[in-house]
C-alpha cells in the first residue's frame, strides 16, 4: 500500500473502506469551503458514496494509474491529494488536491504536492504534470506557482459549479523541468 512520510508528523497514505465516514466527516465540516471550487462536493453526502470514491481511488492505484492519498497531519486526516487516473501512454499526470480549511497557508499542499510530483517523474515515470483550477481559486493557483509549475493557458468555461461556468487555469511541469528543479534535488 502506497504510504509516504513528508517530514515528521506529516504523511501521505491510501484511504481504505475504514476511513469513509472520517473523510465524509471532514468533508462536512468543510462543505461550504470546499463548495467554492469542487463539483463533486454536493453529492458527496452519505457514508456509502464515500466508499465507492475510496474503492475507485484504490482500484485506481491496483491499475498502476497513479494513486489519490489522504493527507495525514499528526494522524489525524485534513485533505486529500493525487493524482486523477493518469494517461500512461502520453505519459500525462493531473493533481488534484484539497485541505480543510482551517490547515490552509500552513504550506501543507506545497509540502505535500512537492512529494506528489516527485513521485510522478521518478517513480510513475511520468513526462508531464498538470495543475488545473479555477481562475479565481488563488490558493490553488498559488501552490503550482510556488511548485515552479508553468502557466500554459486558460481553458474557458471549463467547468460546471452548482449555477454557473468558471474558467480553468492550465499549469504544468515537463520531466526536463523537474530535473533542474529545486524539488528534484534530494529531501
Known amino acids: 500500500m502506497f504510504a509516504l512520510d513528508i517530514e515528521p508528523g506529516l504523511r501521505l497514505a491510501l484511504l481504505h473502506r475504514g476511513h469513509a465516514q472520517t473523510l465524509l ?6 462543505r461550504e469551503y470546499l463548495r467554492q471550487w469542487l463539483a463533486w462536493v454536493d453529492a458527496h453526502k452519505d ?26 497531519l499528526q494522524g489525524a486526516l ?9 494517461d500512461p501512454v502520453n505519459r500525462i499526470g493531473e493533481i488534484g488536491y484539497w485541505v480543510s480549511q ?14 506528489v510530483v516527485r513521485v510522478g517523474f521518478e517513480e510513475l515515470g511520468l513526462n508531464k504534470i498538470e495543475i488545473r483550477c479555477a481562475v479565481e481559486n488563488q490558493r490553488s493557483r498559488s501552490v503550482a506557482i510556488r511548485l515552479g509549475f ?3 493557458g486558460r481553458l474557458r468555461q471549463q467547468e460546471w459549479l452548482y449555477d454557473h ?7 504544468s511541469m515537463l520531466k526536463s523541468e523537474f ?3 529545486r524539488i528534484a534535488a534530494p529531501l
Do not use: W
Open 25 to 30: 466527516s471532514l468533508v462536512d465540516m468543510n
Open 47 to 72: 457514508v456509502t458514496v464515500t466508499e465507492r470514491v475510496i474503492e475507485s481511488t484504490l482500484q485506481q492505484y491496483a491499475n498502476q494509474l497513479g494513486f489519490q492519498a489522504g493527507i495525514f
Open 78 to 86: 485534513v485533505g486529500f491529494t493525487g493524482f486523477k487516473p493518469i
Open 102 to 115: 482551517n490547515h490552509q497557508g500552513q504550506g501543507i499542499m506545497t509540502k505535500c504536492n512537492q512529494a
Open 150 to 152: 508553468v502557466e500554459e
Open 165 to 171: 461556468f468558471v474558467d480553468h487555469i492550465v499549469y
Open 179 to 181: 530535473e533542474s528543479s
